[in-house]
């Protein structure tokens, strides 16, 4: 890092700032100038230099000011700072070392000594740097696998019951499937079936994400997106939600439909189910041998039903739980399809169509 370091030399006199510019880029460093301390702050906030020399005496701000700015600043505080003053008192060493000095030298500054604390304070700014480049690499590789609101609930509160397993929440849950997966699997080479169904589920995630969705799972026929609104960690239900979730529902149609005029490829169908209320609501982490993997679900009959009602649906198609239908009755088309014997449900639920937005 030595030979391309940028060093910058803070001090208001031109010949200690013209004899140090001078020997520093003789060895080979890159150099900036400031007469002030404010001069000096603007100049590491601008240019990001990887050291400082900082002289005290000056005009505008000291040096001990202008230290203790860059120090308390998020994006300046690992930039290392070696004070360089003619003050030799013991209460101006601790004065220095209390405004963040990294180092401190008394002039006049023996050249042979001043090298070895610019390599030291070099190679400790690179040693720095590079943790923290491994650190953000490893936060953005964690990233990938981890649902959005897994990183909302760790950011608000990490002891977050949400994170260490699951607590009753009113959701609405929206299951996607594909319309004739196994005949299109047939009729496409394995690639191409890929590449189809993920320009359409990339067009589906931006739609639910922009209303507040999440999905949960996404298998090669389908997935299931959770719609939950903040306020619903009591007991009182919520309507929002369950709008949000229809109507992205019939969103997803559209798109689907504008995918397909758009391309040669065969067109795709899909048809859905949504169904609203209380459910058990949580990430839950696997361990495995090639890492962490985390999903957010939401688990208990609400779920059940919804993805038996995405079976009721036709291609095209979004049929929605009569407690959805009851929260959304109104701001919907709806067609009633008639009372449902459903596997695992003990009796018979009624069902029905979402038609378009609007009044019934």
């Keep these: 890092m030595d030979g391309k370091a940028k060093i910058l ?46 002289d005290v005496m000056m005009p505008i701000m000291d040096g001990f000011a202008a230290c203790r700015l860059l120090k308390e600043g998020e994006a300046t505080r690992l930039t290392p700072i070696i004070i360089m003053t003619a003050l030799d008192r013991v209460e101006d060493r601790i004065k220095g070392i209390e405004a963040g000095a990294d180092d401190f030298l008394t002039k006049p500054v023996n050249d042979q000594e001043l090298l070895a604390r610019i390599r030291t304070a070099l190679r400790m700014k690179a040693a720095v740097d590079a943790r923290v480049h491994e650190a953000t690499r490893l936060s953005d590789h964690f990233a990938k696998f981890v649902p959005e609101p897994v990183k909302r609930l760790a950011a608000a509160d990490p002891d977050s019951a949400e994170l260490s397993g699951k607590i009753e929440r009113d959701v609405s849950v929206l299951m996607l499937d594909i319309s004739g997966y196994s005949r299109l699997s047939e009729q496409l080479p394995t690639e191409q079936l890929s590449t189809l169904v993920e320009r359409y589920f990339s067009a589906y995630l931006d739609l639910i994400r922009e209303a507040d969705g999440d999905i949960n799972e996404t298998a090669g026929d389908g997935f299931m997106a959770i719609f939950l609104d903040g306020s619903s960690a009591g007991g009182e239900t919520d309507a929002g939600h369950a709008t949000a979730a229809v109507r992205t529902a019939l969103r997803l149609l559209e798109t689907t439909q504008r995918l397909n005029a758009e391309q040669a490829a065969p067109a795709l169908s899909v048809h859905m189910g949504v169904n609203s209320g209380r459910a058990l609501v949580g990430s839950t982490r696997f361990e495995g041998s090639r890492g962490t993997r985390w999903t957010f679900t939401a688990s208990g009959p609400v779920t059940n039903l919804a993805a038996r009602l995405v079976g009721v649906a036709a291609g095209g198609q979004v049929v929605i739980g009569p407690e959805t239908h009851r929260r959304v009755a109104g701001e919907f088309r709806t067609e009633l399809l008639g009372a449902h014997s459903l596997k695992n449900i003990a009796e018979p639920i009624e069902v029905h169509r979402v038609l378009s937005c609007g009044p019934t």
């Excluded at 006199?13 to 100038?33: A, C, H, I, R, S």
């Design 9 to 54: 030399i803070v001090d208001d006199e031109p010949f200690n700032v013209d004899l140090l510019e001078q020997e520093l880029e003789d060895l080979g460093y890159d150099t900036l100038t400031a007469s002030d301390g404010q001069q000096a702050v603007d100049l590491v906030r601008s240019e990001a230099p990887d050291l400082v020399l900082l």
